[in-house]
């Protein structure tokens, strides 16, 4: 029971947390209106232009391993929405291992009465991400007209949950590669490696020859951020599989990251100054 | 309240041997070695006290500074604050202290000042009822008025270190740990954090911890001097006795209309002096004289230099710690 209650206590707190560095995030980008309108353009040019890519080649082939354009855009969209969530949150992990532990600038997390980790992820928004979010959701939306699938309030709620979950593979994998930093002072060329896994994700995972394939489902699950649970939404087949062991393999993989995360604390040696 | 307990700290370096061949090697052939920063320092601190804690550059002050703040973990040894451990619970350990470093800042860059409070205040679970007393509290002793409303990128340093101090007092801590707080500031602002730190001292029995270049700072604050070398404690004790104990230099100032004094005044040759023992500068007719006044007494220095040159207006004075603290940092403490 206290255990709970401190649980519980902990939970707020992180809530409470991250509603304030949100908001001074907000008044932050208020400062510098233009910096974030260049950075929502510039986002918003990369997708159309994945988009013209995508177009160009289906024109060519209609379908690809059974499936129909329509349903590939919607894997697609899929994908971008926790990809893009995990943009948008916790997008500073990419300086944890560029500069923040090399240059020390680490002490700052360690001397504040705050979980580090949490510290970390809360104090920046990246707001370049709203362009996937808007352009994952415009891409559902389009082609729901024309692929036929049976919706029931069970199925959006997994498919919710499957993206809630899913956008903690991309942080769990980013806080992984990220803490190798406080061992070897830097790793974001190793995080890098690891979340251009991700690029695999936006095609159905079954194009790919069975290496790929099986990398991304069991090595760095980028597959279960968007194929498998999109897979359960277009057919209606295996949620057991598709959505569980979607949630599964993102607490296994952001919890992974916590530990390794509190054992890289303790390696941790700053900066001279 | 401060308990420091044969304090160890070890780092792995590894050996590189110079150019792009040296590169190479170690990316096939990692080398490293054991280095020992900081070895067995043990001390305590009282309630109340304001500890000047000194040494050379790369003597270890700033992984023994670090692992009292909780950044970094001892490789053996602890300390603790009020019965705190950081390895332990660093949340509860951090609750209790506040940090200033020098050369870094913790406010929020882009946003007017009074917003980094409005935040800590959140991360310290501060009540409303304090945060405003502390608030008025602090900007009385530290003059925040004038500029918290400014984004902290346009704060001058002395702004700066002054709105760094008192974010880092926003929680009450009974231990401030002060790096190099007047680094790059001019006199005039260095006073006036000085007494803004003793002021903090005395009206609330904050404890505190000092590293500084600036001996100055540890002669106006420090009750007591910590010194380490090497990784080791050297020199424990008030600064009096620091002065009792290796002050024996003595600077001997006189205004002279004898030409070429530093040629005429050959003490060296005279009392058979050390090479550190004796220097002699002179800027136009003033002569500065420092001196080990127990290799040649005091006296026999000033009939000497009576009798060699025309002399007006002479003084004898104790170095000062500066003096006292260079000497120290060039031989090392036997």
């Known amino acids: 029971m206290r255990y709970i209650r401190s649980l519980a206590h902990f939970i707020g707190r992180l809530v409470r947390i991250h509603r304030i560095f949100v908001a001074q995030e907000i008044k932050r980008m208020v400062e510098y209106k233009a910096d974030f309108f260049i950075g929502m353009i510039g986002f918003l040019m990369v997708q159309c232009s994945n988009l013209l890519m995508l177009w160009i080649i289906f024109n060519s082939i209609p379908t690809l391993m059974g499936w129909s354009l329509p349903e590939v855009v919607f894997i697609y969209g899929f994908s971008l929405i926790p990809k893009g969530l995990d943009h948008l949150l916790y997008d500073n992990l990419w300086m944890v291992g560029s500069t923040i532990v090399s240059k020390g600038e680490f002490d700052k997390y360690l001397t504040r009465p705050i979980n580090t980790l949490a510290h970390v992820l809360f104090e920046k928004l990246q707001v370049d991400a709203i362009g996937e979010l808007v352009m994952g959701i415009a891409l559902i939306c389009s082609v729901l007209p024309q692929i036929s699938v049976e919706w029931s309030f069970g199925k959006i709620l997994l498919g919710l949950v499957s993206m809630f979950f899913s956008t903690y593979i991309f942080t769990g994998v980013k806080t992984l590669t990220a803490s190798v930093s406080f061992w070897r002072k830097r790793s974001s060329n190793i995080i890098t490696l690891g979340y251009k896994f991700a690029n695999f994700t936006k095609y159905p995972a079954t194009i790919y020859n069975e290496f790929i394939k099986n990398l991304i489902t069991y090595i760095i699950p980028f597959a279960f951020t968007s194929y498998y649970p999109s897979v359960y939404i277009l057919t209606g087949d295996n949620p057991l599989f598709n959505v569980g062991v979607t949630v599964l393999v993102s607490v296994l993989v952001m919890g992974s990251g916590v530990i390794v995360w509190h054992l890289g604390l303790r390696a941790y040696e700053s900066a001279g100054s | ?334």
């Open chain 2, 1 to 334: 309240m401060i308990e420091v307990a044969n304090l160890r700290k070890e780092f792995k370096k590894t050996i590189k041997e110079p150019g792009l061949k040296g590169s190479l090697k170690s990316l096939f052939h990692p080398q490293s070695e054991q280095v020992v920063a900081v070895d067995n320092i043990s001390f305590h601190v009282p309630k109340g006290e304001i500890l000047g804690f000194i040494g050379p550059n790369g003597a270890g002050k700033s992984t023994v500074i670090k692992m009292l703040t909780g950044i970094l973990t001892p490789t053996s040894g602890k300390c603790t604050i009020n019965g705190q451990n950081p390895v332990v619970n660093r949340k509860n350990y951090v609750k209790e202290i506040g940090v200033v470093f020098g050369q870094r800042t913790q406010l929020w860059w882009d946003l007017p000042l009074r917003e980094t409070y409005g935040v800590l205040k959140e991360i310290y679970e501060v009540d409303d009822k304090s945060y405003r007393e502390r608030m008025a509290f602090l900007n009385e002793t530290l003059d925040l008025d004038s500029f918290i409303s400014r984004p902290v990128r346009t704060l001058s340093l002395g702004q700066r270190m002054r709105a760094d101090i008192a974010a880092s007092l926003l929680h009450s801590p009974k231990v401030l740990f002060l790096d190099e707080p007047t680094i790059g500031l001019d006199v005039v602002v260095k006073d006036n954090i000085r007494r803004a730190i003793e002021q903090i001292n005395s009206q609330e029995q904050t404890t505190v911890i000092l590293t500084t270049h600036d001996l100055a700072d540890i002669e106006q604050l420090a009750d007591r001097i910590v010194m380490i070398d090497k990784g080791k404690n050297v020199f424990d004790g008030s600064v009096r006795t620091l002065k009792s104990r290796y002050g024996q230099m003595r600077e001997l100032n006189f205004v002279t209309e004898s030409p070429h004094p530093a040629e005429t005044l050959r003490y060296r040759e005279q009392f058979h002096f050390a090479e550190d023992d004796v220097s002699v500068e002179c800027e136009g007719t003033a002569v500065k004289v420092r001196f080990n006044s127990a290799v040649v007494p005091i006296a026999d220095m000033l009939s000497y230099t009576l009798q060699t040159v025309q002399v007006s207006d002479i003084s004898v004075k104790d170095a000062d710690i500066e003096e006292i603290i260079r000497r120290l940092y060039m031989q090392g403490v036997e």
